[in-house]
């Protein structure tokens, strides 16, 4: 039985799709081990039960294994969260450098912080074994996007940084396509790259209509939801300006804004809406459980896209998206080329193509008044996310 190591600073029972990537190979019969911290995402303080010295270093998730190493909580500043960076980059290259654990695979779970990358890397090279990397966010661009760093001397360092990992890396599996470009320009070899999107679990599906289990929808409303992480790269900040501008439109086509999870930015949003008085069309919901969800969406007419105005992140592609597709409800993206087009060529939904408030309730407007022609369109599209399909293919690349 081969031994396949995952390096993941983030871990069950923080809620990533890694998680479900764990147990999809322990299923198809590697011996899977995780190399994580300690869970404190999105909250920035360790969840109930655990500690930096607690003695929950090594534990088991329905069969995976799971080595816990000690990190620095992530807070809610840009200074605890480099700690945070860093402190699990620290312990998970002595854990490579000295570790006699040995493992025939290694697979980095690639969103940020990317420097984790390193960690398998070190690891592969030590014990002489191949390393690949999925690459969810793409350093240097997705930190300058999202936290705006603009000092030149740290970028050249990050850039550097990250350049080494993808060059060490022996495959790097892409989750958009545009990323491809853009490794070449690193000096990447084309033949190192393959395209893997994320994939949806299979809970995530079209459900009948039951508001029992969703009291913060109205069934009244014509209901717009957002689902996952309320932080700094989806630009809702901006999107609730345009609700405040057009605040009287909305409520005449009687919309509802309902954002479900958690994260750096909802403090802040939710501060917003109370002192510009849209808690009437704007709702802010706790996360809720992955598989919690799919009731949420089929409860709702529209998923919520929404992508900070950057030409970077709009070569993303979310993770939302999957999930949106297998429940099979229109995608309304607020996001520009290249992301927009994929989800209008693909029947997903519309996008704005824009950031002006004028456009984007044009698109409202649209949806609303075609709500059944996108609706039947994107329940007649093919699924790209399917989770057997997709495992499989990774199964060919690592194995």
Request: net charge positive.
């Amino acid at each position: 039985m081969k031994r396949i190591l995952i390096v993941s600073q983030y871990f069950y029972p923080e809620n990533f799709r890694v998680n479900d990537i764990a147990l999809e190979l322990s299923k198809s019969g590697l011996d899977v081990t995780v190399l994580t911290g300690i869970p404190n995402y999105p909250q920035g303080k360790f969840y109930k039960g655990y500690s930096l010295f607690s003695n929950n270093r090594e534990s088991l998730f329905k069969g995976v294994k799971i080595i816990r190493l000690p990190i620095f909580p992530r807070g809610k500043s840009r200074i605890t969260l480099a700690i945070n960076f860093l402190s699990f980059f620290l312990s998970g290259s002595l854990f490579a450098l000295f570790t006699k654990r040995h493992f025939d695979i290694v697979l980095t779970y690639g969103i940020s912080p990317i420097i984790q990358g390193f960690i398998g890397n070190l690891y592969a090279k030590r014990k002489r074994v191949k390393s690949y990397l999925y690459l969810l966010d793409f350093w240097p661009y997705s930190i300058q996007a999202v936290d705006g760093i603009k000092s030149k001397i740290l970028l050249k360092l990050i850039t550097k940084f990250s350049k080494k990992i993808y060059i060490d890396s022996y495959r790097i599996l892409i989750s958009s396509l545009k990323y491809e470009e853009d490794l070449i320009l690193f000096g990447i070899q084309k033949s190192k790259i393959v395209y893997w999107p994320q994939y949806h679990e299979d809970f995530y599906l079209p459900l009948e209509k039951n508001f029992s289990f969703t009291p913060e929808l109205n069934p009244n409303k014509f209901n717009f939801v957002f689902t996952g992480n309320i932080g700094m790269a989806q630009g809702i900040d901006v999107f609730l300006e345009f609700i405040k501008a057009f605040k009287k439109n909305l409520i005449s086509l009687n919309c509802m804004f309902t954002f479900i999870g958690e994260g750096r930015g909802k403090k802040s949003l939710q501060q917003y809406v109370n002192v510009n008085n849209l808690d009437s069309i704007v709702n802010f919901v706790e996360a809720k459980l992955p598989h919690q969800i799919p009731q949420y969406l089929s409860n709702s007419h529209v998923a919520l896209l929404i992508i900070k105005n950057n030409p970077y992140l709009n070569k993303v592609l979310p993770a939302k998206v999957p999930s949106y597709v297998g429940c099979k409800i229109p995608i309304l993206a607020i996001s520009i080329y290249p992301l927009s087009n994929f989800i209008e060529e693909h029947n997903y939904g519309i996008s704005t193509n824009s950031y002006e408030n004028n456009q984007i309730m044009l698109k409202i407007e649209e949806i609303i008044k075609d709500y059944n022609r996108i609706k039947q369109a994107i329940e007649n599209s093919d699924d790209l996310f399917k989770r057997e399909i997709l495992m499989k293919k990774l199964l060919e690349v690592i194995l």
